[in-house]
């Protein structure tokens, strides 16, 4: 049962981008390859609540700054409640700044862990 007093939900991020960072290709002769030269790159951050309001945001970068940003903006998102994230540990979801700014502003954090088998 989720409380209804606190908004629950899951945060990450992705940075498509136009070109790779590797090219591979399995073939019987040396192929010819077409490498897209345009660099564009969109860092989205985005936010899936399960009982509120979720959010999606473009970034500069994927900083500790822009996940505080993006933490100010689910707060306003989801005025008057409390406010859980499940996180991966993605090195600026994890930085001081940005634990110090959810500790701050009430949101609580539970990261992810791997479990290998």
Known sequence: MINEDCVIGFLDE????????TV?????????????????KANSFGFYALNGNS????????????ACSFL???????RGYRIVIILD?????RAKDTVDF????????CYLNIVIL
Do not use: Y
């Open 14 to 21: 992705s940075s498509p981008q136009t070109t790779a960072n």
């Open 24 to 40: 591979r290709l399995w073939s019987f002769d040396k192929p010819v390859m077409f490498k897209n030269t345009t660099r564009l």
């Open 55 to 66: 959010v999606i945001d473009f970034k500069e970068h994927s900083t500790k700054e822009d």
């Open 72 to 78: 100010s903006t689910i707060k306003n998102s989801n």
């Open 89 to 93: 540990n993605f090195r600026s979801h």
């Open 102 to 109: 959810a500790l701050a502003n009430g949101i609580g954090r």
